[in-house]
């Protein structure tokens, strides 16, 4: 595994994880906005991850909890529930895997927020890149003829692609299915485009930066250095200046609370706010941290960071990321062989394991 | 004791008022001496930054406060010259703004009001001003002060450099001239320069001359009183929009408890030619005491930037040809106006607005 091939990947897994808040941001613009009074719907909510109850009859997931990526609720109107899936396997098992799973959103789902709408039923949409958008609806057609897959609620399926002309727009499309809202299906079959200054600058949430689904390591260590800038005291700030360092106690709750606090999806939600980010995350965050010898660990959940002004640290959290993937790979390698050596007769299957 | 020493004695004893301070001013003046100064907005209350001044990280720092009202501060270590940085402290009556001035030499001031602000950032923040905003300054110090011409009779201004072969990118030109201000804006904005400094000559009641910066520091070399009430008043004018405008802009400050982004807007379409996504980026990894990192370089831009003075950070974009956008994640006023001013200033000067 080349190294700097390595560290670009994972630059791309990091802007893809950010492309996808984006396009879920573009998906709630679109479906708050009132085409009538050109501004989104005041009464309107966007969650950007809340805990749903599934039903006794959910085929994937009965009587739990499901997490979409967003939830849509609009005062006497059907509720909309978002699920993206950008990085789409291009393995056509784990897809449809993948697929199927998407059928836990297919229920009498309840946990709506019922002071913005009485209205209990929900459409679907799944978001799709571009890229992947023609070859996914046809999967979903064969299965849908195969009987492996079923929708009863209304399902869509929304493609979205970046279009940087002049100006950077986020354009989304309805490549098959459809919505209650009529006015709302007959404006994306023609396709929408939002400007993406618009979801930056949005007031309710533009500052949100995770959704309910893993964030890039390197993207996560990059939150928490600053996070520990933005904490520092006054006391903590001057020290640094006269010592060019500062160490600084965390717990893993803490710093979880704050990065949920400034860049997840907030508490509107309540009780069925989701952790974004989980604990485990920053935990391994913090693992991490140790690994490169920036923090140390104290106690279980607990670590010593060591507050330094760092230039290109986010630069360096993926090459770290992608040293590690690439020694992981390496040492594989060497113990496939080893087998090999001790196992000839083995070689095919080994060989086979490989690919 | 020399006569620079007597003057200077003179001018840093106790004062007890403002008009003893100003005769002091204007006394080392006519000697010869130039007083250089410094507005800086506060964002805690004056006596919070004295109790600061006064505790042992202060002390640690050879900063030293004496004095009433006129605070008299010392940093305990000499410059190149041999002197003991020194200035008088006070702040406005009227609006959150401290002066400071001092008779002594420019590094020596320097050196003493950057010390101050290093140890009282984030709370004492420097404050700049675009050219435009002196510009409009100027206008309404000619419109309150009836009959007063302003002579500019020199001034520094920075421009593009377009010659894509050239390592600095940014000029910095010296014009010595004898012209109304109005004359001097408009070529400015002709020939596509900003502003970095003014010195500038007032006939009116009396007579004044001196110097400012952008970075509302500034220099007076005749006629203090009045150079003081016109030309560092129309300053504090500036000063005080420019805090409201920049204040509690972050999510955890905003009164809406939202981030407030705002935009640096080109009249012109400077990013329809991509290689200024690199020349901004360049730009900004020059930044003393931050460190960016780049998500997104083309063909849009979206950056994050630390800025490690005080732990402020933002999230750059750029997704129009004509402008950049700032994202305060958790900002004081002190660094945002820092890092708006340095867009500015090392980049091109744009246009600060809010995004409507």
């Known amino acids: ?355 | 004791m020399n006569a620079y020493q007597k003057i200077e004695n003179q001018f840093f004893s106790p004062q007890d008022g403002w008009s003893e301070l100003r005769e002091a001013a204007e006394k080392a003046c006519r000697e010869g001496f130039h007083i250089n100064g410094a507005m800086f907005s506060c964002t805690k209350p004056f006596n919070v930054l004295l109790r600061y001044l006064k505790d042992k990280h202060a002390i640690s720092r050879g900063l030293s406060l004496t004095g009433s009202k006129f605070y008299l501060v010392q940093l305990n270590r000499t410059d190149p010259k041999g002197n003991i940085p020194k200035v008088i402290l006070w702040e406005d009556s009227n609006h959150p703004i401290v002066y400071m001035i001092s008779c002594q030499e420019r590094p020596a001031f320097d050196q003493i009001s950057y010390s101050l602000h290093r140890y009282l950032s984030p709370y004492l923040c420097k404050v700049f001003l675009r050219t435009n905003e002196i510009h409009r300054g100027l206008n309404e110090l000619r419109d309150t002060h009836t009959g007063a011409s302003l002579r500019v009779r020199e001034y520094t201004s920075r421009s593009l450099i377009d010659d894509p072969n050239s390592v600095k990118r940014v000029r910095t030109n010296r014009e010595w001239t004898d012209e109304d201000y109005e004359a001097v804006f408009q070529k400015l904005g002709e020939e596509k320069h900003w502003l970095n400094s003014l010195r500038l000559e007032i006939r009116g009641r009396q007579i004044s001359s001196g110097r400012i910066w952008r970075d509302a520091t500034f220099s007076c070399e005749s006629g203090f009183g009045y150079f003081f009430e016109t030309v560092v008043g129309t300053v504090r004018q500036a000063v005080v929009k420019s805090e409201t405008f920049f204040e509690k802009r972050d999510r955890h400050s905003s009164p809406t408890h939202t981030s407030r982004p705002l935009k640096i807007v080109y009249s012109e379409d400077i990013f329809s030619d991509k290689r200024q996504n690199y020349r901004l980026i360049e730009t900004l990894n020059r930044l003393n005491d931050s460190a960016l990192s780049v998500y997104h370089p083309n063909p849009y831009f979206h950056g994050s930037l630390v800025d490690y003075a005080d732990g402020s950070s933002y999230d750059l974009w750029v997704t129009s040809p004509g402008a950049i956008l700032v994202v305060p994640k958790k900002s004081t006023t002190d660094s945002i106006e820092r890092v708006c001013n340095y867009i500015c200033d090392e980049f091109q000067e744009g246009d600060v607005q809010e995004i409507s």
């Open chain 1, 1 to 355: 595994m080349d190294l700097p091939q390595t560290v670009e990947s994972i630059k791309n897994e990091v802007d893809n994880y950010i492309r996808t808040v984006q396009a879920l941001k573009a998906v709630a613009n679109e479906l708050l906005f009132d085409d009538a009074s050109r501004k989104l719907v005041s009464e309107g909510k966007a969650y950007f991850g809340r805990r749903l109850d599934t039903s006794s009859n959910n085929r994937i997931s009965p009587n739990n909890q499901v997490t979409p990526d967003l939830v849509i609720s609009l005062p006497l109107k059907q509720n909309v529930v978002v699920e993206a899936k950008l990085a789409m396997s291009g393995d056509t098992d784990l897809r449809k895997s993948k697929l199927i799973e998407t059928q836990k959103y297919d229920d009498d789902l309840t946990g709506f927020d019922t002071n913005v709408t009485k209205v209990t039923g929900h459409d679907l949409i799944l978001l799709v890149s571009f890229s992947h958008a023609k070859e996914i609806a046809d999967h979903i057609v064969d299965l849908q003829k195969s009987q492996e897959i079923e929708f009863k609620k209304n399902f869509a399926i929304i493609r979205f692609i970046r279009n940087s002309e002049r100006k950077t727009w986020f354009v989304l499309d309805l490549v098959s299915g459809g919505l209650t809202d009529q006015g709302k299906t007959k404006k994306l079959q023609k396709s929408v485009s939002i400007d993406m200054e618009h979801l930056i600058s949005n007031r309710h949430f533009g500052s949100i930066e995770f959704y309910d689904a893993d964030p890039p390591l390197p993207l996560l260590m990059h939150k928490i250095h600053e996070l520990m800038f933005n904490n520092l005291t006054r006391e903590q700030s001057l020290l640094l200046q006269e010592n060019n360092q500062v160490e600084v106690a965390v717990t893993v709750s803490k710093i979880r609370d704050q990065l949920a606090d400034s860049f997840g999806p907030g508490t509107a939600s309540g009780d069925r706010t989701p952790d974004i980010p989980k604990s485990n995350c920053v935990d391994k965050a913090f693992q991490a941290f140790v690994r490169i010898g920036w923090a140390r660990k104290i106690k279980v959940n607990s670590y010593i960071y060591d507050v330094r002004k760092r230039r290109k640290h986010f630069e360096q959290f993926c090459k770290f990321r992608a040293q590690e993937l690439c020694k992981t790979v390496e040492e594989r390698e060497k113990q496939r062989r080893r087998e090999i050596e001790k196992l000839p007769l083995f070689k095919p299957l080994l060989e086979h394991e490989k690919d």
